[in-house]
């Protein structure tokens, strides 16, 4: 066989059952692989057993990847050309990088002879994804091809995911090579830290020493990050809640980490968190952050962020993550899903009671008097109500993918999220262009599901050529375009601290018809909104329509993301915007920030 | 404060390149950089020279582990490396070559 077929031959002991990528002539013996092995292996059904989704540019490959990873669990694979295919897949593999997503990218690269030379479609791909991913592979030894493609996928998927690329010359997929079914590289450092980590338990003392600080606070509180997720460890976390009745906030990674229709569950915190999550991180007198990394957009005063916790104490599956931002006053590295496992055991075992009421009752009460609001007298389409609208027919069911903006914040705010996976956000790298393609790899990942791509007028531009993917596909994805008249969320900042001169934000005049666009790409149901009387059955047939179907929503442009704790601001500056109570003393209207202190 | 790093590093494609990537991307200025053979081929002995405070050097290190074919990281006559990770774990592995870092810490 050749150095192609024991690519393909890899990915399909791994269980890899889609891939996503573009051809060109670096990678076209992979492809040809790829090509033979379904033409042998086919299901009966006409299916192929590893379907090849072939997006508008590569950058849509590697979100559709991210989504379904995102979607599944599972190491999302790419699979790209030399030069131009790699380097448009930058933006995708750093984007997996920074939220932890498992993917493997397989790029084409020029013969081992031409390395260096400038040649036709060469790009530096190891120095450049070297800077981006988790680990990058060249393969300039045949004889090591099938051992690298398969530590690929165990770097990926294993410790703190991300993603793997592997940089294949053209002579090494066409060498001659036999199969060995097993072998992987030496790689002794990586796999001793991670044994070390995984290995990692959680002593009596330690336990004996967290409850300690636990029983003594009265307003705990857990602040649970993207790790609950990537960690498996909802389960656990629910356990542990159930056990001893911490209420629980969630970053934007960790929506879903935790019900969020739970009595105990106070949204997202940040800054666009909710107002009563936000409160419950400044009254708390004990944190537990679980997967969650103090991130910028959390702690964007890491001094002043939950200033009343007198013990704060961290879980993650990262040591460098411990005490990066903020001190902690206990710590485990290890899986999330054995330490809380093993907490609630301890906890147990030991009759732990927390005398929480009093707390529970606070909580209640800001979750009743801090609620999300918004213009629900407006004359105009208000985008939190169409959220509510979809919220209200799928019940924090469906899978729901975004773009960045504005938008992205009203669907973390508005939907509810029952379980994990099902919220697929650029978070930490905050993508424009994201949505589409990830909701895309999503619904490959989740063939039955209700898929809903919430995408904003911006961001879909940037990969709008994926539209046509999801009817060539056949997708029964639901796109629902809430369209501002331009990139509303910079323009909420330029209102904010640069005296509303909207430099290159408002894109109102622009001819965009995004009705025939889809329409053009083969969307047989599609709408355009504009009346807020015609809301609701609007998103009930959209919802309905069996097949793709694209819902553009013409929505306030002036309608602004709040609460908001403004960028390098602690949470006592929130601000709550017109409809949301803030707490007496509280404003409601953003102080004038010094523009240099802030990104 | 001047931090001296030792750092056990697997001969890959890319590898040293990865490893000074790492300390510009994170900012980390590099004062002197020394790569030595050691008695395994496939394994290089780098001494990275670094200045700044207590916890850049600790992010650093940590970060520095972090990397695939970096076999082990200590920083010489500091505290930091007292942490959960495995520098122990890889000198027991069955690949021997970490052995290389136990001696040459003695020799310092
Ligand atoms: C690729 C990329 N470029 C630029 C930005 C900066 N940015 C953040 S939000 C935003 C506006 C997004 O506009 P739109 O998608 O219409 O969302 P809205 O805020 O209007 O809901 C921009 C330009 C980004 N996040 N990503
Ligand atoms: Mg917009």
């Known amino acids: ?599 | 404060m001047k931090h001296t790093l030792s750092i056990l590093l697997q001969n890959e494609a890319g590898a040293l390149a990865r490893v000074a990537g790492l300390f510009a991307a994170r900012h980390v200025n590099i004062d002197t950089l020394t790569v030595a053979p050691t008695h395994e081929p496939a394994i290089s002995h780098l001494t990275v020279v670094i200045h700044g405070g207590e916890a850049t050097l600790e992010q650093i290190v940590r970060q520095t582990r972090k990397l695939v074919d970096v076999i082990s990281v200590r920083s010489l006559g500091q505290l930091c490396d007292v942490g959960y990770l495995a520098g122990e774990a890889v000198r027991s592995n069955a690949h021997g070559h970490a052995d290389n870092h136990g001696k040459w810490q003695q020799s310092v």
């Open chain 1, 1 to 599: 066989m050749t150095g192609a077929d024991v690519v393909v031959r890899v990915l399909a002991d791994e269980g890899v059952e889609v891939l996503f990528g573009y051809s060109g002539g670096a990678i076209l013996p992979v492809y040809d692989a790829v090509f033979r092995h379904n033409a042998e292996h086919g299901n009966g059904d006409g299916r192929d057993a590893m379907p090849l989704v072939v997006p508008a540019n590569e950058q849509g490959a590697g979100f559709m990847a991210s989504g379904y990873a995102r979607a599944s669990g599972k190491v999302g694979v790419v699979v790209v050309t030399s030069g131009p295919g790699a380097t448009n897949t930058v933006t995708p593999v750093r984007d997996a990088m920074a939220d932890s997503i498992p993917m493997v990218v397989i790029c084409g690269q020029v013969p081992t002879a031409s390395l260096g030379s400038d040649a036709f479609q060469e790009a530096p791909v190891s120095n450049i994804m070297g800077a981006c991913a988790k680990h990058v592979f060249l393969v300039t030894d045949p004889g090591q091809l099938e051992a690298t493609v398969r530590t690929a996928f165990e770097i990926a998927r294993s410790g703190r995911p991300g993603p793997v690329v592997v940089d294949i010359p053209k002579d090494v997929q066409n060498a001659k090579l036999s199969y060995d079914g097993n072998c992987r590289l030496p790689i002794p450092g990586y796999r001793a830290r991670l044994r070390a980590v995984e290995q990692a338990r959680l002593g009596d003392d330690a336990c004996a020493a967290f409850f300690a600080a636990l029983a003594q606070a009265r307003r705990p509180l857990i602040y649970a990050g993207g790790g609950v997720i990537a960690g498996a460890a909802a389960p656990a976390l629910r356990a542990f809640v159930d056990a001893f009745g911490v209420p629980v906030t969630t970053t934007l990674m960790g929506l879903g980490g935790f019900d969020t229709t739970h009595p105990l569950a106070l949204h997202m915190l940040g800054m666009h968190g909710t107002a009563y999550a936000n409160y419950a991180v400044e009254d708390c007198d004990f944190l537990l952050a679980l997967g969650a990394r103090f991130d910028d957009r959390v702690a964007g005063a890491p001094g002043k962020f939950a200033p009343c916790a007198r013990f704060i104490a961290q879980i993650d599956i990262d040591p460098a993550e411990v005490g990066k931002v903020k001190r902690v006053h206990w710590h485990h590295v290890g899986p999330l899903a054995a330490a809380l496992e093993r907490l609630t055991a301890h906890g147990r075992a030991h009759g732990t009671r927390l005398s929480l009421a009093d707390w529970q009752a606070h909580v209640a009460r800001l979750k009743r008097d801090h609620a999300m609001n918004y213009d629900r007298a407006s004359p105009l389409v208000q985008p939190q109500a169409v959220i509510e609208a979809i919220n209200r027919i799928t019940q924090g069911r469906a899978i729901v993918g975004t773009g960045v903006g504005q938008h992205q914040m009203w669907a973390a705010q508005y939907f509810d999220f029952r379980a994990p996976r099902q919220w697929l956000t650029s978070g930490s790298m905050g993508t424009m262009g994201f949505g589409l393609p990830a909701a895309i790899g999503a619904q490959f990942a989740r063939p039955d599901a209700l898929v809903i791509d919430i995408d904003g007028d911006g961001s879909i531009r940037m990969n709008l050529g994926e539209l046509e993917t999801v009817t060539t596909c056949g997708l029964p994805l639901k796109v629902v375009l809430l369209n501002n008249g331009g990139d509303g969320m910079v323009r909420q900042w330029q209102k904010l601290y640069f005296g509303q001169r909207f430099a290159g934000s408002d894109k109102s005049l622009r001819r965009k018809d995004f009705v025939k666009a889809a329409e053009a790409d083969g969307f047989e149901w599609v709408r355009r909104l504009a009346d807020k009387a015609a809301l609701e059955s609007t998103i009930s047939e959209f919802l309905a329509f069996d097949g793709p179907a694209f819902l553009e929503v013409m929505i306030d442009p002036e309608a602004g993301v709040y609460p908001m704790v403004g960028p390098g601001a602690s949470y006592a500056q929130m601000v709550t915007g017109d409809f949301i109570a803030a707490r007496e003393g509280d404003s409601t209207v953003m102080e004038a920030a010094p523009v240099d202190s802030m990104f």
